[in-house]
Nanobody, 121 residues
Framework: EAQVVESGGGLVHSGGSLRLSCTASGFSFEDYAIGWFRQAPGKDREGVSCINSSDGSTTYAPSAKGRFTISSDNAKNTVYLQMNSLTPEDTAVYYC??????????????WGQGTQVTVSS
């Protein structure tokens, strides 16, 4: 079964850090980009960051630039999102998705179930 699974969410104080993981299985990881998204209560889902597995190129939303870092371990079929300097505005459910064939194509084949990130003030 092809899938992506998120992990690493939790509760952290403002200014703290978390690292999310997205592990893919059942499909050719190198043929996809992996994107991170988030959705806060009452708000639309927004893109946070994306990485192309083929060449490691990355994109970031303005809200993530300078604070979040996306990386990929192709040997483990896993993408990480390192989040630093977190604020309560970062509180949301974070999802990863496999996007074919690259960031920005908006062709999403697989979505994870989401992981909750809560930042307390």
């Amino acid at each position: 079964e092809a899938q992506v699974v998120e992990s690493g969410g939790g509760l952290v104080h403002s200014g703290g850090s978390l690292r999310l993981s997205c592990t893919a299985s059942g499909f050719s990881f190198e043929d996809y980009a992996i994107g991170w998204f988030r959705q806060a209560p009452g708000k639309d889902r927004e893109g946070v960051s994306c990485i192309n597995s083929s060449d490691g190129s990355t994109t970031y939303a303005p809200s993530a630039k300078g604070r979040f870092t996306i990386s990929s371990d192709n040997a483990k079929n896993t993408v990480y999102l390192q989040m630093n300097s977190l604020t309560p505005e970062d509180t949301a459910v974070y999802y990863c998705a496999a996007e074919y064939p690259q960031c920005g194509s908006m062709w999403y084949d697989y979505w994870g179930q989401g992981t909750q990130v809560t930042v307390s003030s």
